[in-house]
Structures are given as structure tokens and as C-alpha cells.
């Protein structure tokens, strides 16, 4: 995914040889990093936890995992100068996969908590609360199912429409594209459960607490960072 000069200034990606199977897992403090990790192992990934942009250079595809606050995530990647890295990572043309506050960091801004971080920006829209709806219990805690809204999504390889997936979360991104929707999912009224546009994918739901359904998703994805999308 080529992003916009007009939002960033960034410098041209060099031509690397980058190993077949190498996940960078970017590690700003997120609560579930040795799960995502753990998953990324198991599907066949060799995995390289980083805390710094430079830790990127030799991967061949990049996971942003993330529990908590939407501020907490951007002020902790800005900190450790990853914001600038991904989207030079981004920009590069290498799959990118953001997991729960990892997907809500790819837009603009979030309503959470009164927040004034801005986002990565990757795509336009905000991050909103769940509305308040008679009987309907926030965060969402639980299985859920997906409908597919990009069959095709290189991710969903594999995975039936309307399999359940693992929700943990009060908040979801609002996408201005609807067309980069991959997949929906009813919870008080329908939302953007995952994303998809070239080599940029994200997720509001948990692969690494989804069972088969999550370890096949995550496999996708190693495999697509290794071989390409077609």
C-alpha cells in the first residue's frame, strides 16, 4: 500500500533480501504479546519481537498486536520512534497485520476516553464506542461470528463465512472507505470486524485467541509474507 506524500514525508524502501518467514512483532508494551507470538510460532513463523524501527528492516511481513487504551498504544509507538517505521514498512509494499488496539492505531483518531493522540492515519475514519443499547454488555467479551465482505481477502483463505472469532473490546474503527471492509460483525448493529486494502490487513477480533479459525488466519498471513498474494 502506497501511502500518500501529502501525509508524510517518507524516504524511499531499499530493496532487501528479506528471509522467508521473518514476522516482526512490534513490542511497545502490549498485554498480549507472547500469545500473538506463541501463535505466529506455531503456524511456522520465525518471529523477531522489536521495541525500535530498526528491528523491522528484515522482515518480510510486520504484526502490530495491542490491549488497552488507543493513546496509550500511539504514545508508546511514538516513543519508540515505530510510528515512523511502520509506515515506511507500509509504504514498502510488505504485509501488515494489525491485531485490537493494532487495527484501531491504523486510523485517524479515537473517541476513547476524551483522547488527543492522533492515529497512524493509514486509512480515514475514527474509532468509536460501542452505542449504549438495552441488554447490550460493553466491552464486548467473547465469541462472535464474521461475515465476509472481501471474499477474496487473502486472510479468509481457508475460513468459513460466518465463523466465530474472540472479541475483547469497547471500541471499533469506523471506516470513511467502506470498501476496505474485509468483514462485518452484529454486536448492537453491525461493525468493521476486519479490514483489508493491498498489503494492509487488521483485525478488531483476536487470531490468537480464535482457535482454528485465528491459527489459520495467522497462517495466511505468514504464508503471503513469504510468497506474495498471488
Known amino acids: 500500500m502506497k501511502l500518500s506524500q501529502s501525509h508524510w514525508a517518507l524516504s524511499p524502501t531499499p530493496e532487501l533480501p528479506y528471509r522467508d518467514n521473518v514476522i516482526a512483532l ?5 498485554g498480549n504479546l507472547r500469545s500473538v507470538e506463541k501463535a505466529l510460532r506455531k503456524v511456522g513463523a520465525d518471529v523477531h519481537v522489536t521495541t525500535r524501527a530498526d528491528g523491522m528492516k528484515d522482515a518480510r511481513g510486520i504484526v502490530l498486536p495491542g490491549v488497552g487504551a488507543f493513546d496509550d498504544c500511539i504514545t508508546a509507538m511514538q516513543r519508540q520512534e515505530l510510528l515512523a ?10 504485509p501488515f497485520l ?14 476513547e476516553f476524551n483522547s488527543c493522540a492522533a492515529g497512524i492515519g493509514v486509512f480515514r475514519g475514527k474509532v468509536v464506542r460501542f452505542p449504549k443499547v438495552e441488554g447490550l ?8 461470528q464474521i461475515e465476509f465482505t472481501q471474499p477474496d481477502c487473502p486472510l479468509l483463505r481457508g475460513i468459513k463465512n460466518g465463523s466465530y472469532v474472540y472479541f475483547v473490546h469497547s471500541f471499533f474503527p469506523q471506516p470513511e472507505d467502506v470498501s476496505i471492509v474485509a468483514t462485518r460483525t452484529n454486536y448492537g448493529g453491525n461493525f468493521a470486524s476486519a479490514v483489508w486494502k493491498d498489503n494492509v490487513f487488521a483485525t ?4 490468537e485467541k480464535s482457535q482454528e479459525v485465528g491459527l489459520k488466519l495467522l497462517q495466511n498471513f505468514v504464508e503471503l509474507a513469504e510468497h506474495g498474494q498471488n
Open 204 to 207: 478488531q477480533f483476536h487470531p
Open 85 to 94: 517505521g511502520v509506515r515506511d514498512f507500509i509504504s514498502s509494499g510488505r
Open 26 to 30: 512490534l513490542d511497545y508494551g502490549s
Open 98 to 111: 494489525g491485531i485490537c488496539v493494532g487495527y484501531q492505531a491504523l486510523f485517524e483518531k479515537s473517541e
Open 137 to 144: 454488555k460493553v466491552p464486548q467479551i467473547g465469541w462472535n
